[in-house]
């Protein structure tokens, strides 16, 4: 018979740590269904049958954030056989606020007291025993960091789940509550089972409207209990739901009275000396600026870039693409199948792969910024900046990372709490121009504007301002409505992070990423190889020589879409599969001009096609061209890592659209609205560009629909 | 009403009621913020908000806006 456990505790409380701790490597990362919140499930070591599942970090099963609900659902629907609560031993008071309404579920549950080592040094004690005592259930005292005591805590649990038995919470309010509580349990819940009563009860007497819901309670019903909740808070001149929660803490507050001894006030811990620095009002932003540009300068430009560059060209392009062509070739295998191992396949996985090495060094620092603490502060630091956008603080580091490459930018988003925010920063980070795009902008800078820097600068310019402008507008829309989740942040004590730590959750997220990634990049990449490589010579459909993309399927694709970028200035079928092309890596639209101009290899800016695009473009419609490939859909490998981080085919899809209409629209005004300046000429397409242009001041000026009913909740609460 | 928006840094303060309404009250409240607690404001961001508090033996950290729903004496 196989068991489960389900280890709960609040954020920062060490639940990773324990979890690893207690699962070594037996680990199954995936997500929680339909949302982007991760879900753990591993093998307790030494219990081959049973099956823990690591629950989101939460304050509290009030469900105010979607981490709550996930957690509050799965311990409701799935009714795991034990619970083990991990508590922060340095900060029980409120570390056992979540204990009180774990305790309520009926589930049996095992308090694993964290971090002892910690209590110990700075000189308090706990009464491990009178915890217990307290709260009916057993404590082990761990450190989840050392390993200590982790064996005990789970064979204390395994044996609490064995026994696949009820447990009444020994917790009790203070009489009035406590009078209400039965009178709802005696006439709304007697025919539900005995060790739910309880939850159900406190819920009704908070008026949680899900669980009135729930439990279809009749109109008569509800008034009568109405009733004794009026009573109540007429006796405590307090809303029922502050009373439980005030309640709940005087109960903590009374245990912890009798069962620690702690360390004395107003002293300093280490943690507190280093906040006094490191948020400082003066320092704060100099140490950001210093920590931010350490991150960027390692993971991306030196040992990222370095790394990443030795796999694509060393590894790839001088090693594995030859040996494997050459031991094709010597095998005699069909050329066709030859070209789709090493162009379609072999490049397309390579180019998963070359990412790699930055993602890495990337994970590393992320780790080490969220458990040593300071992730927490850069969301305080830059939460002003950022929040107007409907962007968290945190999101800082994705946009930063994104000017190297977007696909590990977009995974780090994964350390964003919000949903909604971490949404936005996924759907807006690639429109910061990356590594990959610079070629694209050095050619049409050379050609068309003598090399100057400040195209350059413009393309950064236009890409953050299209991160901002969709902030405002998104925030705006149906998708991103709904009550924000609150800003309301513990910013926890600084703590050396474990190295082990650091590295499975690097090895987690690195894994998981090629494993979803790759499945999608392999199949684009034969599906683009296919097209590149296959069209039409003389009528008959037959494999291209290089060279002869010009008769390829995607010329054929570009050849019938071309009228669609007509508006754009650059309706032909070079410049519109040369975007195109761009799908498998941006820097893949300059190569593709080099091989529909004759050049075969280009420098890396396309010197040589300067005077072939300036007969081809004007600088107006150049720009739009740029416009286009900087703003619209990234490459396939950006593609992936968006639809793995929103772990929906639907949203991926909204982020792809958004971004090509967003980078169709922009290059549609500034080409229509340019011509228009230059020429004085009015026509149908420039009334559109106009009417494109008002839509979006609309869209960006309009009074936000939640802002408004925020506002008068707000009202109503402070007048209630 | 005096609320912790207007309580200065480096001074504390004692609740007396939190008002609001939806996520944001409960969640404050389920952070420790209830009746009768001690809070002690330590700081402001440096870009001016949010705010840093101290209570119950904690870091916490919140909008000038959502303090505003916190009253104190």
């Known amino acids: 018979m196989s068991i489960t456990i389900a280890v709960a505790g609040n954020p920062n409380s060490g639940k990773t740590t324990l979890f690893n701790a207690l699962t070594g490597s037996n680990q199954y990362v995936g997500n929680w269904p339909g949302v982007t919140v991760e879900k753990k499930e591993g093998i307790l070591i030494g219990h081959p049958k049973v099956v823990l599942v690591d629950l989101p970090g939460i304050y509290s099963l009030s469900t105010s954030s979607l981490e709550e609900e996930l957690a509050r659902d799965y311990l409701l629907e799935s009714n795991p056989d034990a619970i083990i609560n991990i508590v922060d031993g340095t900060n029980l008071e409120r570390n056992l606020y979540l204990t009180t309404q774990l305790a309520e579920l009926g589930i049996p549950m095992v308090l694993a007291v964290n971090m002892m080592d910690e209590v110990e040094k700075s000189g308090a004690k706990i009464d491990g025993a009178a915890l217990g005592n307290a709260f009916g259930v057993p404590v082990v005292e761990i450190s989840a960091l050392r390993e200590t005591q982790i064996d005990e805590l789970a064979r204390i649990a395994t044996l609490a789940a064995q026994k696949k038995g009820h447990f009444l919470p020994l917790h009790r309010f203070s009489g009035g509550v406590e009078h209400a509580l039965g009178h709802i349990e005696e006439v709304a819940l007697h025919q539900q089972p005995e060790h739910k009563q309880r939850w159900y009860a406190v819920k009704l007497f908070e008026r949680n409207e899900l669980v009135e819901a729930e439990l279809s309670l009749s109109a008569e019903l509800k008034a009568h209990i109405e009733q004794d909740i009026r009573q109540c808070e007429l006796e405590y001149d307090d809303d029922s739901d502050s009373i439980i929660a005030a309640e709940r803490y005087d109960f903590i507050e009374e245990v912890l009275e009798k069962v620690t001894v702690r360390k004395k006030a107003g002293e300093m811990s280490p943690s507190d000396r280093i906040d006094r620095i490191v948020t400082n009002r003066c320092l704060a932003l100099p140490i950001f600026a210093v920590v931010m540009f350490v991150v960027y300068y390692v993971s991306v430009n030196t040992v990222g870039a ?33 070209g789709l191992l090493v162009d379609g396949i072999l490049a397309g996985v390579g180019s998963v792969l070359s990412f790699l090495p930055q993602m890495v060094v990337l994970f590393l620092f992320l780790g080490l910024l969220e458990f040593s603490g ?180 995607v010329a054929a694709i570009g050849n019938a879409i071309a009228w669609i970028f007509k508006p754009l200035g650059w309706g032909e079928w070079r410049p519109v599969v040369a975007a195109l092309s761009g799908l498998v890596a941006k820097e893949t639209v300059v190569s593709s001009f080099g091989i529909f101009y004759g050049f075969g290899e280009v420098a890396e800016g396309g010197q040589e096609i300067w005077s072939s695009l300036r007969a081809a473009f004007s600088p107006l419609s150049a720009t739009s061209f740029l416009i286009f490939v900087l703003l619209s859909a990234p490459c396939i490998a950006t593609i992936s890592s968006i639809r793995r981080e929103m772990n929906s085919a639907a949203w991926t899809s909204f982020a792809i659209g958004y971004m090509t209409s967003i980078g169709y629209s922009v290059a549609l005004m500034v080409y229509q609205l340019g011509t228009w300046l230059q020429s004085g000429a009015f026509s149908a397409w420039t009334g559109i560009a106009l009417a494109l242009l008002g839509l979006m001041l609309w869209l960006l000026f309009r009074p936000s629909p939640k802002a408004v009913g925020s506002l008068k909740q707000a009202n109503a609460g402070v007048r209630g | 009403m005096k609320t912790l928006r207007d309580v200065r840094i480096g001074e504390s303060a004692r609740v007396v009621k939190v008002h609001g309404q939806g996520n944001i009250r409960r969640r404050v409240m389920d952070m420790g913020i209830t009746k009768n607690v001690e809070i002690f404001v330590r700081k402001v961001a440096p870009l001016g908000d949010p705010i840093e508090v101290n209570l119950r033996g904690y870091e916490l950290s919140l909008r000038k806006d959502d303090a505003e729903i916190i009253e104190v004496s």
Request: net charge positive; aromatic share 14%; with cysteine.
């Open chain 1, 306 to 338: 370095g790394m990443t560059e030795w796999t694509n060209d060393k590894l790839f392009g001088q090693i594995l693409l030859p040996a494997i062509s050459g031991a094709l070739a010597d095998w005699g295998v069909a050329g066709w199948l030859q």
């Open chain 1, 374 to 553: 300071y992730m927490a502060r850069v969301a305080f630091i830059m939460d002003r900046m950022f929040r107007k956008f409907g962007l968290s603080g945190k999101s800082f580091i994705p946009m930063l990372i994104g000017s190297g490459c977007s696909v590990p930018a977009i995974m780090a988003a994964r350390t964003i709490e919000n949903e909604h925010d971490r949404r936005m920063t996924v759907i807006t980070t690639s429109f910061i121009p990356c590594g990959a795009k610079l070629p694209v902008i050095a050619m049409i800078a050379g050609a068309f504007f003598g090399g100057k820097g400040w195209v350059a600068f413009g393309a950064y310019f236009l890409g953050i301002a299209a991160v901002v402008i969709s902030g405002i507008i998104l925030k705006k829309t149906p998708l991103f409505q709904g009550e924000a989740a609150p800003f309301v942040m513990e910013l926890p004590a600084y703590r050396w992070p474990s190295l082990k730590n650091i590295f499975v959750t690097t090895w987690d997220r690195v894994s998981s990423f090629v494993k979803k990634a790759s499945t999608i990049i392999l199949l684009a990449a034969i599906v683009i190889w296919f097209v590149t490589y296959f069209g039409w010579v003389d009528g008959d459909f037959q494999m291209l020589a290089s060279g002869q993309i010009d008769q390829s399927i």
